[in-house]
């Protein structure tokens, strides 16, 4: 499936960018990502516990020898080819999906990267867009290899994840945090990432589930984070913390404990900053926690502090929305479910659940009865395996 999509991409350049002359094309990929846990928490300064998963977006570049850029997406075909020159790196509406990767061009040229001739590019995804699995972040990061590989950047993969990251914040003007890029930029195969987002310090986790596998469930409500009350919710967060600050000393909320938030709660006159700062510190807590519990081989103990995790962010943090509840809800009261949560920003996009493999079918035929009962659409479901962080890809994928 994958390749042939692969060849199609290549169809696709040639025929975009009718170069008949056989051209020095390089593919490069970055992932998608899920968060099993540790949800606003980076922003927080706190704990995240994401992976990076298999699918993602597919980038196939070559360079050119004047100033030009043309950058087409086989997503968003009707929206034909972006042209621009390596001297107008303005964000521009009109350029779309576009300046996700435009953007990542002007950061690493402002982090004083030499890059001095233009580029072809046709970009492949095959995470769904606006569905709370990066497909933002991804681009960008499959740019920013495309970027180093092309280029010869000086960029370590943590600076990368930071000027994706920046593109977010200046550029698109959502001031969300380091997780997504970070997680797409250092994903490891079969593996979680618990990531202190204050530090960045970081270690990586074997995800064993045995017999189990994590299921994706997509609400297909989409949203896109600049659009949603996403800054809201990150105001909020800094209003708890200088209103907690006039007594406790602390750079973020991630610095404190439940028992250490319980004694300044009462500086938090507004109930809705009290409930999000509780939030985000009890959201710190159960991610570090779920470490250990992975640690001691014990996934239902990780899954009950998934659901717990959902809890929070519908009662405390709200941003889980009828279509996410109902998902995690009808997870909940399946047999052979140990845990499920909505994951990524929420408002829409999707949620997770550790699942029984033998019981996975019956699993989704059940939850997807009840959401189109109350939703009178239908979710869709994946199941995803951990995969590795941005690259460039091998010859053979593509053969
Ligand atoms: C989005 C942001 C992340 C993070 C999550 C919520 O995915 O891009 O930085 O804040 O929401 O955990």
């Not at 072809?120 to 290899?145: K, M, Q, R």
């Not at 602390?250 to 404990?257: M, T």
């Not at 699993?363 to 995969?387: D, M, N, P, T």
């Amino acid at each position: 499936m994958i390749n042939q999509k692969l060849q199609a991409l290549k169809q696709t350049f040639d025929q975009q960018f009718q170069s008949e002359k056989k051209r020095d094309k390089r593919l490069f990929f970055a992932p998608g990502r899920v968060n099993l846990i540790g949800e606003h928490t980076d922003y927080n300064g706190g704990f995240v516990f994401p992976c990076a998963i298999t699918n993602g977006t597919y980038a196939l570049a070559a360079k050119r020898n004047d100033n030009q850029i043309r950058m087409y997406s086989m997503n968003f075909a009707a929206a034909g080819v972006k042209k621009f020159s390596l001297q107008q790196l303005d964000y521009n509406q009109e350029d779309d999906w576009a300046n996700y990767p435009k953007g990542m061009l002007a950061k690493c040229i402002q982090a004083g990267q030499e890059i001095t001739s233009g580029f072809d590019v046709v970009f492949y995804g095959n995470i769904p867009n606006g569905a709370g699995l990066s497909s933002s972040a991804s681009i960008e990061l499959a740019t920013g290899a495309m970027l180093q590989g092309l280029y010869e950047l000086t960029v370590d993969r943590v600076k990368m994840a930071k000027l994706g990251q920046l593109v977010e914040n200046e550029f698109i003007g959502v001031n969300s945090g380091i997780m997504d890029q970070f997680a797409i930029s250092m994903g490891k195969k079969n593996h979680g990432i618990l990531l202190d987002c204050h530090s960045l310090e970081y270690e990586y986790a074997p995800l064993n589930f045995k017999d189990y596998s994590l299921l994706i469930m997509n609400s297909n409500k989409e949203r896109t984070l600049a659009s949603s009350k996403y800054n809201e919710r990150r105001e909020e967060c800094e209003t708890a913390l200088r209103l907690i600050q006039q007594e406790k000393q602390v750079e973020a909320l991630g610095e404190l404990s439940a028992e250490a938030f319980e004694q300044v709660e009462y500086l938090l006159k507004e109930e809705a900053v009290r409930k999000r700062a509780r939030h985000a510190v009890t959201e710190n807590e159960r991610t570090k926690e779920s470490l250990r519990q992975l640690k001691a081989g014990n996934l239902e103990g990780f899954g009950k502090l998934m659901n717990e995790s959902h809890m929070s962010l519908r009662d405390d943090y709200e941003v889980t929305g009828q279509e996410l509840d109902t998902l995690a809800e009808a997870a909940w009261e399946q047999d052979g479910v140990i845990g499920a949560r909505m994951t990524g920003a929420g408002f829409g996009g999707c949620a997770i659940a550790i699942v029984e493999k033998d019981k996975t079918e019956q699993v989704k035929q059940a939850i997807q009865k009840i959401y189109k009962a109350r939703l009178g659409y239908e979710a869709s479901f994946y199941e995803a395996a951990a995969g590795d962080g941005a690259k460039e890809c091998t010859e053979e994928v593509m053969t």
